[in-house]
Protein backbone atom coordinates (compact mmCIF):
# COMPACT_ATOMS: atom_id res chain seq x y z
CA UNK A 1 0.00 0.00 0.00
CA UNK A 2 1.30 3.50 0.14
CA UNK A 3 3.35 4.80 2.10
CA UNK A 4 3.64 8.29 3.56
CA UNK A 5 4.33 11.19 1.13
CA UNK A 6 5.38 14.39 1.46
CA UNK A 7 5.66 17.61 -1.07
CA UNK A 8 7.49 18.93 -1.98
CA UNK A 9 10.48 17.15 -2.09
CA UNK A 10 13.01 19.45 -2.70
CA UNK A 11 12.27 23.85 -1.38
CA UNK A 12 14.95 26.62 -2.26
CA UNK A 13 13.89 29.60 -0.50
CA UNK A 14 15.41 33.00 0.29
CA UNK A 15 15.34 34.40 3.57
CA UNK A 16 12.49 35.92 5.20
CA UNK A 17 10.01 33.96 3.33
CA UNK A 18 7.55 31.74 4.30
CA UNK A 19 7.34 28.46 3.09
CA UNK A 20 4.84 25.49 3.68
CA UNK A 21 5.77 21.78 4.10
CA UNK A 22 2.58 19.37 3.31
CA UNK A 23 2.59 15.41 4.38
CA UNK A 24 0.04 12.78 3.63
CA UNK A 25 0.24 10.00 6.53
CA UNK A 26 -0.78 6.37 5.94
CA UNK A 27 -4.09 6.14 5.48
CA UNK A 28 -5.81 5.24 9.20
CA UNK A 29 -2.54 6.23 11.14
CA UNK A 30 -3.93 8.53 13.52
CA UNK A 31 -0.77 9.60 14.97
CA UNK A 32 1.78 11.47 12.71
CA UNK A 33 5.17 13.47 13.90
CA UNK A 34 7.50 16.16 12.44
CA UNK A 35 11.06 16.22 12.57
CA UNK A 36 14.06 18.49 11.48
CA UNK A 37 17.05 16.78 10.48
CA UNK A 38 20.31 18.44 10.26
CA UNK A 39 23.31 17.68 7.72
CA UNK A 40 25.03 14.87 9.95
CA UNK A 41 22.68 15.21 12.83
CA UNK A 42 19.96 13.41 14.41
CA UNK A 43 16.37 13.68 14.10
CA UNK A 44 15.15 16.41 16.00
CA UNK A 45 10.97 15.96 17.79
CA UNK A 46 9.01 19.20 16.19
CA UNK A 47 5.43 18.44 16.95
CA UNK A 48 2.97 15.12 17.41
CA UNK A 49 -0.88 14.85 16.35
CA UNK A 50 -2.91 12.61 17.48
CA UNK A 51 -5.87 13.04 15.39
CA UNK A 52 -6.21 16.55 14.63
CA UNK A 53 -4.99 17.75 18.14
CA UNK A 54 -1.63 18.33 18.70
CA UNK A 55 -0.44 17.23 22.35
CA UNK A 56 3.00 17.61 21.73
CA UNK A 57 4.19 20.55 20.27
CA UNK A 58 7.30 21.09 22.68
CA UNK A 59 10.07 20.48 19.78
CA UNK A 60 8.89 23.24 17.98
CA UNK A 61 12.02 25.87 17.68
CA UNK A 62 10.23 28.94 18.13
CA UNK A 63 6.62 30.74 16.92
CA UNK A 64 7.76 31.08 13.31
CA UNK A 65 6.70 27.41 13.12
CA UNK A 66 3.60 26.11 12.79
CA UNK A 67 2.00 23.16 12.10
CA UNK A 68 -1.66 22.07 11.30
CA UNK A 69 -3.09 18.73 10.59
CA UNK A 70 -6.83 18.59 8.97
CA UNK A 71 -9.20 15.58 8.41
CA UNK A 72 -7.03 13.36 10.40
CA UNK A 73 -5.00 12.91 7.61
CA UNK A 74 -3.02 15.67 5.54
CA UNK A 75 -0.63 18.01 7.80
CA UNK A 76 1.17 21.03 6.95
CA UNK A 77 3.89 22.41 8.29
CA UNK A 78 4.67 26.38 8.41
CA UNK A 79 8.03 27.89 8.61
CA UNK A 80 7.34 31.80 8.46
CA UNK A 81 10.01 34.56 7.79
CA UNK A 82 12.85 31.50 6.96
CA UNK A 83 16.23 31.99 8.67
CA UNK A 84 19.02 30.01 7.16
CA UNK A 85 19.32 27.64 10.56
CA UNK A 86 16.16 26.58 8.93
CA UNK A 87 17.84 24.76 6.55
CA UNK A 88 17.87 20.75 7.40
CA UNK A 89 15.66 17.90 5.69
CA UNK A 90 12.28 18.03 7.34
CA UNK A 91 10.29 14.14 7.60
CA UNK A 92 6.72 13.23 8.43
CA UNK A 93 5.98 9.80 10.16
CA UNK A 94 2.87 8.35 10.86
CA UNK A 95 1.86 5.37 13.38
CA UNK A 96 -1.12 3.62 14.34
CA UNK A 97 -0.02 3.56 18.10
CA UNK A 98 -2.62 0.33 19.41
CA UNK A 99 -1.41 -2.16 22.17
CA UNK A 100 2.08 -0.82 22.03
CA UNK A 101 3.00 -0.90 18.70
CA UNK A 102 5.26 1.88 18.74
CA UNK A 103 6.76 1.99 14.70
CA UNK A 104 6.92 4.89 12.98
CA UNK A 105 6.85 5.13 8.89
CA UNK A 106 8.85 7.57 8.01
CA UNK A 107 7.84 9.53 4.57
CA UNK A 108 11.02 10.54 2.35
CA UNK A 109 11.72 14.11 3.45
CA UNK A 110 11.72 17.33 2.35
CA UNK A 111 14.64 19.11 2.01
CA UNK A 112 14.71 22.80 2.57
CA UNK A 113 17.45 24.98 1.75
CA UNK A 114 17.11 29.12 2.74
CA UNK A 115 19.44 31.26 0.84
CA UNK B 1 23.48 14.86 28.35
CA UNK B 2 21.94 13.38 25.21
CA UNK B 3 18.87 11.29 26.12
CA UNK B 4 20.52 8.52 23.51
CA UNK B 5 24.12 8.38 23.33
CA UNK B 6 25.77 6.60 20.17
CA UNK B 7 29.43 6.68 18.81
CA UNK B 8 29.18 8.39 15.39
CA UNK B 9 31.83 6.28 13.63
CA UNK B 10 32.00 5.78 11.02
CA UNK B 11 32.92 2.27 11.19
CA UNK B 12 34.87 1.33 8.38
CA UNK B 13 34.72 -2.60 7.87
CA UNK B 14 35.57 -5.13 5.08
CA UNK B 15 33.16 -7.43 3.78
CA UNK B 16 32.07 -9.83 5.93
CA UNK B 17 33.66 -8.87 9.05
CA UNK B 18 31.67 -8.78 12.60
CA UNK B 19 31.09 -5.20 13.81
CA UNK B 20 29.08 -3.98 16.79
CA UNK B 21 27.36 -0.84 17.69
CA UNK B 22 26.48 0.09 21.06
CA UNK B 23 24.11 3.14 22.54
CA UNK B 24 23.35 4.06 25.93
CA UNK B 25 19.91 6.00 27.31
CA UNK B 26 19.57 8.39 30.23
CA UNK B 27 15.99 7.80 31.18
CA UNK B 28 15.85 4.70 33.09
CA UNK B 29 11.57 5.08 32.32
CA UNK B 30 12.62 4.29 28.87
CA UNK B 31 10.11 1.40 27.85
CA UNK B 32 10.56 0.48 24.04
CA UNK B 33 13.77 -0.04 22.44
CA UNK B 34 14.37 -0.31 18.05
CA UNK B 35 17.47 0.26 16.05
CA UNK B 36 16.71 2.23 12.84
CA UNK B 37 18.60 2.00 9.64
CA UNK B 38 18.98 5.34 7.60
CA UNK B 39 20.33 4.93 4.16
CA UNK B 40 22.26 8.27 2.81
CA UNK B 41 19.67 11.06 2.22
CA UNK B 42 16.91 8.57 2.65
CA UNK B 43 13.96 7.93 5.66
CA UNK B 44 14.71 6.14 8.53
CA UNK B 45 13.02 2.75 8.55
CA UNK B 46 12.74 0.46 11.20
CA UNK B 47 15.47 -2.93 11.57
CA UNK B 48 14.35 -4.86 14.64
CA UNK B 49 13.22 -4.28 18.31
CA UNK B 50 15.29 -4.84 20.83
CA UNK B 51 14.54 -6.84 23.87
CA UNK B 52 16.10 -7.82 27.48
CA UNK B 53 16.09 -11.67 26.14
CA UNK B 54 17.46 -10.75 23.05
CA UNK B 55 16.45 -10.82 19.82
CA UNK B 56 17.76 -12.21 16.13
CA UNK B 57 16.29 -11.76 12.75
CA UNK B 58 19.30 -13.18 10.21
CA UNK B 59 22.70 -11.83 10.51
CA UNK B 60 21.83 -8.84 12.76
CA UNK B 61 21.35 -9.23 16.70
CA UNK B 62 19.92 -6.82 19.41
CA UNK B 63 20.52 -6.88 22.46
CA UNK B 64 18.92 -4.46 26.09
CA UNK B 65 20.63 -4.33 29.29
CA UNK B 66 17.90 -1.96 31.69
CA UNK B 67 20.70 -2.19 34.17
CA UNK B 68 23.08 -0.55 32.41
CA UNK B 69 21.11 1.24 30.61
CA UNK B 70 22.68 -0.06 27.47
CA UNK B 71 21.98 -1.20 24.01
CA UNK B 72 24.15 -3.04 21.66
CA UNK B 73 23.75 -3.98 17.33
CA UNK B 74 25.26 -6.98 16.46
CA UNK B 75 26.06 -7.74 12.47
CA UNK B 76 27.61 -10.64 11.02
CA UNK B 77 28.84 -11.43 7.86
CA UNK B 78 28.70 -7.78 7.01
CA UNK B 79 27.51 -7.04 3.28
CA UNK B 80 28.11 -3.96 1.37
CA UNK B 81 24.27 -3.43 1.48
CA UNK B 82 24.66 -2.93 5.30
CA UNK B 83 26.67 0.77 4.47
CA UNK B 84 24.36 2.68 5.88
CA UNK B 85 23.54 5.33 9.71
CA UNK B 86 22.07 3.08 12.66
CA UNK B 87 19.78 4.83 14.53
CA UNK B 88 19.16 3.66 18.64
CA UNK B 89 15.90 4.21 19.54
CA UNK B 90 13.99 4.27 22.79
CA UNK B 91 10.43 5.40 23.58
CA UNK B 92 9.46 7.52 26.66
CA UNK B 93 5.75 7.73 27.99
CA UNK B 94 5.62 11.83 28.14
CA UNK B 95 2.45 13.77 27.60
CA UNK B 96 0.15 10.69 27.25
CA UNK B 97 1.85 8.74 24.22
CA UNK B 98 5.03 7.15 24.04
CA UNK B 99 7.37 9.48 22.17
CA UNK B 100 10.51 8.14 20.50
CA UNK B 101 13.97 9.21 21.12
CA UNK B 102 16.43 9.11 18.29
CA UNK B 103 20.26 9.23 18.57
CA UNK B 104 22.36 10.49 16.31
CA UNK B 105 23.32 7.73 14.58
CA UNK B 106 26.11 5.32 14.04
CA UNK B 107 27.49 5.35 10.03
CA UNK B 108 28.77 2.14 8.97
CA UNK B 109 30.49 1.99 5.58
CA UNK B 110 31.40 -1.57 4.81
CA UNK B 111 34.07 -1.76 1.86
CA UNK B 112 35.27 -5.03 -0.75
Known amino acids: GAGVSQSPSNKVTEKGKDVELRCDPISGHTALYWYRQSLGQGLEFLIYFQGNSAPDKSGLPSDRFSAERTGGSVSTLTIQRTQQEDSAVYLCASSFPLRGNNEQFFGPGTRLTVL | ?112
Open chain 2, 1 to 112: RKEVEQDPGPFNVPEGATVAFNCTYSNSASQSFFWYRQDCRKEPKLLMSVYSSGNEDGRFTAQLNRASQYISLLIRDSKLSDSATYLCVVTLFSGGYNKLIFGAGTRLAVHP
